[in-house]
């Protein structure tokens, strides 16, 4: 059924007709039916395009609530693409993102409004959520707004980290969205009588899982509250007692509730599914996941923004040593992983080399910057028949003896911090706004997980005060958590900022 869709919105049609009166998305507040989920979205639609927005991409900047998805839906229903912008993005970060989408609207709260007054919106008009989704329905100009979208149309825009300063803005189709989320639940077989706990940010495309798993299976998405993340060992009692029966989390969040002990303490008979993805999730944790709920099935799962969230799973069949590579395991249905070398050919098993993406769930681009898209998203070299478009992802891995994929690292300066994707250039440019500062390396210290950020400069800094300052410019999970003022960075022969010199100190001198 799903192969047919136009839009992933249609998913929210059949699964009002199916089970309107099913809740389907929750949070710490409120609840919403699928039929009031659709009822909300349509009059916001309606709003949408009768603001003349047309099909341009819209900014939803509102706390993260049954709301946000309200309006993503409601995006859709106007024929456009959405963009979700964090609660407490930078709004000097916002501003770029704006500059470089040009949307038609703004979705926000009042006070957030207030907020955007001091930014550049290049004419976006902001409409405010209470007011949108008070209006009236005109089915009429949504559905003949909504027959006009094709699959291969942008669904979402998700910016992430760019190596220049400047998030990218990752452009998502419907196709990738409406395949993906038909695979995962035929493969973890997804029924009505799910209940979900979303864990990952809307910006951050884990949360696909979450909202469309559900619409297309009716199963039912509950938002879990933020303070659950501040003490993070109280999440086995948020999930039993909302009886959540799947999770896609990061590893991150799976080692803290792991490390915690608490999931030897509390009873999760109704829980079935331990997804996770994102970077690297450790054996040790893991292993402490499994020995407490031996029932449940363990899936690790891997794919980049550029992907539509996940191109490759393996699921967990085996106790692994503490020291064993995870794999990534195998692609997904509609995608295909090839592993290139440097000369463009296919790595042979067992040699390292870029892994790269084919099949539905491959991005359009990074919006309104082709020559960006050009490099990362190219022809398939293996392929000289046809146009056959393919996203090299950065990641360094290589074929084991048993087929699997195994995932090896980055091969740029791209990291994962708590689950986060990160650019160091990202921190580098928002750094080099600083006063009195020559010069910028920002390294990451893997060992403690933590960013480290050298400056060139005669000035007297201290990190507390530099990170008020960054925190103009970049979200607080990229500030550095530890500084170091030099006279002069050391520099390669061929006068790059030599980082090996500065990671080599890092270990031998400390910080
Ligand atoms: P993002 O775009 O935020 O989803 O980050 C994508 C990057 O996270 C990938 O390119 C990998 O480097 C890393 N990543 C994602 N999933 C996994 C996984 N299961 N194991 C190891 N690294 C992962």
């Known amino acids: 059924m799903a192969s047919t869709l136009n839009s992933a919105v249609r998913l929210l049609d059949l699964a009002a007709g199916r089970y309107g009166s099913k809740v389907g998305v929750a949070d710490a507040s409120s609840e ?46 106007s024929g456009g693409p959405y963009v979700p912008a964090a609660a407490d993005i930078p709004l000097q970060r916002l501003e770029k993102i704006i500059a470089n989408l040009e949307p038609g609207c703004i979705i926000t709260d009042t006070a957030k409004a207030a907020a955007l007054d001091g930014i550049e919106l290049g004419g976006a008009k902001v409409l405010i959520y209470d007011e949108t989704v008070g209006g009236e329905i005109d089915e009429s100009l949504v559905y003949s707004r909504l027959n006009g979208v094709v699959d291969t149309d942008p669904i ?28 995962t639940s035929s493969t973890f077989g997804l029924t009505s009588e799910d209940v979900l706990a979303n864990q990952a940010p809307f910006y951050f495309d884990n949360s696909i899982f979450d909202i469309y798993g559900c619409l297309i299976t009716g199963a039912k998405l509950i938002i879990i509250p933020e303070q659950f993340f501040v003490y993070q060992n109280m999440l086995p009692e948020f999930l039993r007692d909302n009886g959540v029966t799947t999770i896609f989390w990061v590893p991150t969040v799976m080692i803290n509730v792991a490390n915690s002990h608490e999931l030897e303490k509390v009873e999760l008979p109704k829980l079935k599914r331990v997804l996770f993805c994102g970077e690297v999730m450790p054996n040790l944790q893991l292993n402490m996941w499994r020995r407490a709920l031996p029932d449940c099935i363990y899936a690790n799962l891997y794919g980049p923004t550029e992907i539509t969230d996940v191109c490759s799973y393996y699921i967990v069949d085996r106790e692994f040593e503490d020291h064993e590579p995870l794999p990534i395991g195998r692609a997904c249905k509609n995608m295909r992983l090839v592993i290139l070398d440097e000369n463009n050919n296919e790595a042979a098993p067992g040699e390292k080399g870029e ?152 270990r031998e001198e400390g910080l």
């Open 32 to 77: 919403l039916t699928f039929a009031r989920l659709r009822e909300l979205a349509l009059r916001a639609g309606t709003r949408l395009i009768r603001e003349g927005v047309q099909g341009a991409p819209v900014i939803v900047y509102l706390d993260k609530s049954v709301n946000c998805i309200v309006s993503f839906m409601a995006v859709m229903y």
């Open 156 to 183: 979402y825009i998700m910016y992430t980290s760019g190596s220049t300063g400047t998030p990218k803005g990752v452009t998502v189709c419907h196709r990738g969205v409406i395949d993906y989320v038909s695979w």
């Open 355 to 506: 892994l790269c993406v084919i099949g539905s769930g491959v991005a359009l681009g990074y919006w309104n910057e082709l020559e960006l898209t050009a490099r990362a998203f190219v022809q398939n070299p293996l392929n000289p028949s046809y146009n056959e478009w393919m996203y090299r992802t950065g990641d360094i891995a290589y074929v084991g003896g048993d087929g699997l994929i195994m995932y090896c690292g980055r091969k740029d300066f791209q990291i994962k911090i708590k689950g986060n994707r990160v650019e160091l250039g990202e921190i580098e440019a928002a750094a080099m706004c600083l006063e009195n500062v020559q010069n910028v390396c920002a390294v990451f210290d893997a060992e403690n997980e933590r960013i480290v950020l050298f400056l060139e400069s005669k000035g007297d800094f201290k990190l507390r005060t530099i990170n008020k300052e960054l925190l103009k410019y970049i979200p607080k999970y990229m500030l550095p958590s530890a500084l170091r003022v030099m006279e002069k960075l050391p520099h390669t022969a061929n006068d790059k900022i030599d980082r090996k010199t500065l990671g080599a100190m890092l």
